[in-house]
């Protein structure tokens, strides 16, 4: 027996209240404890149901990431790259010169907390979408597609993560998010568990992640876009190379360019998160945590994640 949305939300309501739970650090979020990740309540649903029911196709590619590490920009250098035969980078009528990025490309926790995968089964291939679910949450991901994953210093993540729920909540404390990292009860914390889950896939598996990080994409975009048309199977071409179609897309998905786009500057993200769109854009750039956090709290994180990850041969 097939069941319908409804009654697996019913299915679903026992399992979620069960679950150990939290608040988030800005205080208006609950989360609970699934399978080893912090998970705002409203995903539990989407989590049990991407395990169950998400049908992957050998082409699809995901874009994966943990919040605030550079989601926005490889979720546009992606969607420019696999679109650029029917959307030149440099053309007046790009998508992404009138569309947030993240509207470029379905939200994976989006569709499947609401019961709606019917929507992605209606694209067509090869299918591009995103999430922030970690790794264990959308096991038929690998090896069944490609996944792209963008990871970060943590403590710029703990910077950008404070000024965007500011917007939600102005009188929120640092201590709060930073302290939430440290134990990492925080949304699709912990932040090391999430990073190490696709790094080990990315070793296992070259030819099906992509690991990049955001500090490396800042060094040498145009380096990273041609990484990742290759991983993508569509390499530039000479002809391509020669009108510049790299730096088109470097260009066109440069934090300056989206930055100033009406697209990225009124509205909200989406009803889930209604902070205004431009919170995606703020400062682009790494190393801003000095100017946040006293030594000895960066030195508290660093020598947190360090013992997390000790013995793997990841490192930050
Ligand atoms: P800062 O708050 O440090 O500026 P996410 O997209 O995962 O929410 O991450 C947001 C972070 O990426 C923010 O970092 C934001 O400014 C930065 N960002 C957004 N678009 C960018 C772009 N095109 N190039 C570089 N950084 C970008």
New binding site residues.
Partial sequence: LVSSPEQRKEEHADVITALPSAWAADGLRKLRRYQGFWLRDIFVPAAINLQQRFEPRPDDVIVA?F???????LN?LTFATMARAVYPPAGADHPLLRLNPHQCLPFLEALFKDGREAELEALPSPRLMNTHMPLPVVPRALPGCRVVYICRDPK?MV??LW??FRRLRPDLPFSSVFESTCDGKMSFGPVWGHVLGYWRAAIARPDKVLFLRYEEL?RDPAGHVRRLAGFLGMPFSAAEEETGTVNSIVQL???GN?KDLEANKIGRLDPLLPIPRDA??????SG?WVNHMTPEMASRLDDIVAEKIRGTGFTF
């Fill in positions: 990431s919040p605030k590490c550079g989601t926005t920009w546009a710029d910077v950008s000024y965007f800042l998905c440069s934090f989206l995606l854009f703020r400062n682009g750039a801003d």
